[in-house]
């Protein structure tokens, strides 16, 4: 299992952006062969998957077109950008790992980071 990091979140008003980075921070570990997907939760609501990029590069958004994701394997890092964001956004961000393809199952990803918190209100 990886230990992956989410950085990014914050507080922000409606209508702005974040980018939110996932890094697995153990040495001589990559995520070249690795889909990362993005999840949320936010208060009394079931965890939803946001947006996936599979080993190809091919990003996938199960939300809207808002959210997209990319990555940089010379970084081992993974990134969700956000834009134009809404009230209904706000929510605990969550990246994760699975071999090559992306899936929309939380159970199905094999590390999972700790989550970011994203906040937006006016």
């Known amino acids: 299992q990886l230990h992956l990091v989410e950085t990014g979140g914050g507080s922000v008003q409606p209508g702005a952006s974040l980018r939110l980075s996932c890094v697995a921070t153990?040495?001589?570990?990559?995520?070249?062969?690795?889909?990362i997907g993005w999840f949320r939760q936010a208060p009394g609501k079931e965890r939803q998957a946001v947006s996936c990029?599979?080993?190809?590069?091919d990003s996938t958004a199960y939300v809207d077109s808002r959210f997209t994701t990319s990555r940089d394997n010379f970084k081992n890092t993974g990134y969700l950008q956000i834009s134009n964001l809404k009230p209904e956004d706000t929510a605990i961000y969550y990246c994760?790992?699975?071999?090559?393809?992306?899936?929309?199952?939380?159970?199905?990803?094999?590390?999972w980071g700790q989550g970011t918190q994203d906040t937006v209100s006016s």
């Open positions: 990029i599979d080993y190809h590069g």
């Open positions: 153990e040495s001589g570990v990559t995520l070249d062969y690795s889909a």
């Open positions: 994760a790992v699975r071999n090559f393809e992306c899936s929309k199952t939380w159970a199905r990803f094999r590390s």
